[in-house]
């Protein structure tokens, strides 16, 4: 089945520095790459995705990359914000067909002031 | 618009009581259907997945069991908790087919006492 490895673990950055997060896969199958924002507490959300067809894909101060041939993909922040601060987490579809996804462990971004 | 309800907020129950979180949601038809635990400071690990009524697929084989009584009605069960079933339960759905990301529920934080 895949297997998608997250690093770093935890990432400590000053406030307006970038942060780059990085997750590699396994499954050359795999389409379809969403980021997830966990707050202290709450529930994951959905930041931003993207697809096997498409390189980049940026929403205001978050982008993500994707490179197929070497599977791996990296959600970019800039301008880092205190808010922020949470537990990222990158997904993969898994096998073509179907829809579940598998995450990679987490990587907590502390932003300080 | 679509939602997803799950409740209880929070849980504390006794070893060796019964479980039962129920998850709904709204506005849709023929979601996938998905319950994932996170340990304390730890990564998603799904339990189980729903394709549609009485069609359940388990990933972790523990002393759980999910049920989908209803196409948007999901409930995760377990005869006798233990110590070791504590955590932050999460439902979640997403559409069929490939490349949807998931909406998640607000979440029950369950601790076995």
């Known amino acids: 089945g895949e297997n998608v490895e997250q690093h770093p673990s935890t990432l400590s950055v000053q406030e307006g520095d970038s942060a780059v997060i990085k997750c590699t896969y396994s499954?050359?199958?795999?389409?379809?790459f969403p980021w997830y924002k966990q707050e202290l507490g709450k529930r994951p959300q959905l930041i931003i995705d993207?697809?096997?067809?498409?390189g980049e894909k940026k929403d205001q101060r978050i982008a993500v990359t994707l490179n197929k041939t070497a599977k791996h993909f990296s959600l970019h922040i800039t301008e880092t914000q205190p808010e922020d601060s949470a537990v990222y987490f990158c997904?993969?579809?898994?096998?073509?067909?179907?829809?579940?996804?598998?995450f990679g462990k987490g990587t907590m971004l502390l932003v300080s002031p | 618009s679509q939602t997803i309800h799950q409740w209880p907020a929070t849980l504390v129950q006794p070893v060796g009581s019964p479980l039962s979180l129920e998850c709904t949601v709204e506005?849709?038809?023929?979601?996938?259907l998905y319950w994932y635990r996170q340990a304390a400071g730890r990564g998603l690990q799904l339990l189980f997945y729903?394709?549609?009524?009485?069609?359940i697929s388990s990933e972790v084989p523990q002393n759980l069991s999910a049920s989908r009584p209803q196409d948007r009605q999901f409930i995760l069960s377990s005869k006798k908790l233990l110590l070791s079933d504590s955590g932050f339960y999460l439902c979640?759905?997403?559409?069929?087919?490939?490349?949807?990301?998931?909406?998640f529920g607000s979440g029950t934080r369950l601790t076995v006492v």
């Open positions: 979640a759905w997403n559409w069929r087919g490939e490349g949807y990301g998931y909406t």
């Open positions: 499954d050359s199958a795999s389409n379809y």
């Open positions: 993207i697809r096997s067809n498409v």
């Open positions: 997904a993969a579809s898994g096998e073509s067909g179907y829809s579940t996804l598998t």
């Open positions: 506005g849709t038809s023929n979601p996938n």
């Open positions: 729903s394709i549609g009524i009485g069609q």
